[in-house]
């Protein structure tokens, strides 16, 4: 909830408004993470900015890539044409169509939630955000990042606006598998895999987890042993995996459990990667 709501009529306005009202200001995009039973901003002391009608709704296709503004919604990313199909599975996540209507892809990367619909994926993806702030003396600031750097410095930028998201047209195997009981249920795990693949051997590997209960993890020691050959079957993963990442025990199952599924989904999609692409 908001103690109230303000609509600028441009970006820099926007930004101008935020530089005034500072941490007791947040943007809001779609409203679905803020209206959360368990959001941190639940009580009602913030004032909203809003990001309506800025021009941030678009989604635009070039033959470098496609750039996807921060309005656009889950379900605008399952309609298009020109998404990829593993951003689209990603954004599939959220269960409910009344949800993916409301829920933006700015919403749901800037919450950095542990269990973040996109973020794991487009990490495996290798996507890049553009982020925009204004200093003091009125002058615009844009920012263009990986994505992997905007969620292991998120303080750094958690002040900043996300102005949209860039996927690159490459040939690359980006996939995301989601361990639930129902759609609607906070997942047991997620974990995203993306490689490149090079005369048999796979390279640039990136991993991805979240809905651990301990934040999204990028797993960069067992990206290289993936790249490196050393991890060749299910124990030798698990074992690897179980040396990174501690995940929390709660409700939705032991660390030992989520570090199972871990280790064996990183098998199963280091294989998959090995006998194709999958676009």
Do not use: W
Request: net charge negative; glycine share 8%.
């Amino acid at each position: 909830m908001i103690s109230d709501l303000i609509i600028s009529k441009s970006l820099t306005e926007l930004l101008q408004h935020r530089a005034e009202l500072g941490s007791r200001s947040l943007f809001i995009a779609g409203g679905t993470e803020i209206n959360r039973l368990d959001s941190p901003h639940s009580d009602g002391s913030f004032i909203g900015l809003s990001m309506e009608n800025l021009g941030l709704d678009e989604i635009r296709e070039t033959e470098a890539g496609i750039t996807i503004g921060a309005m656009v919604t889950l379900q605008q990313l399952i309609d298009s044409p020109v998404i990829p199909d593993y951003i689209k599975a990603a954004a599939g996540f959220a269960g409910s169509r009344t949800l993916r209507n409301m829920a933006t892809i700015g919403g749901n990367i800037a919450s950095c939630r542990d269990d973040s619909y996109l973020l794991p994926t487009c990490i495996a993806a290798k996507a890049r955000i553009h982020t925009i702030d204004i200093d003091r003396k009125g002058e615009i600031l844009n920012e263009d990042i990986p994505i992997r750097e905007y969620v292991e410095n998120f303080e750094n930028f958690s002040g900043c606006c996300l102005s949209e998201i860039f996927i690159k047209k490459q040939d690359r195997f980006v996939k995301t598998r989601r361990y639930s009981r129902t759609a609607q249920r906070t997942p047991d795990a997620l974990i995203s895999f993306g490689s490149d693949l090079k005369e048999g051997v796979l390279t640039d590997v990136r991993i991805a987890v979240g809905s651990l209960g301990c934040g999204i993890k990028r797993l960069p020691i067992i990206e290289q042993s993936v790249m490196n050959r050393d991890l060749q079957n299910e124990e030798q993963c698990l074992m690897a995996v179980k040396k990174v990442i501690e995940p929390a025990d709660d409700i939705t199952g032991s660390s030992e459990y989520k570090q199972y599924l871990v280790g064996i989904t990183i098998t199963d999609l280091m294989n998959e990667a090995l006998g194709g692409h999958e676009r």
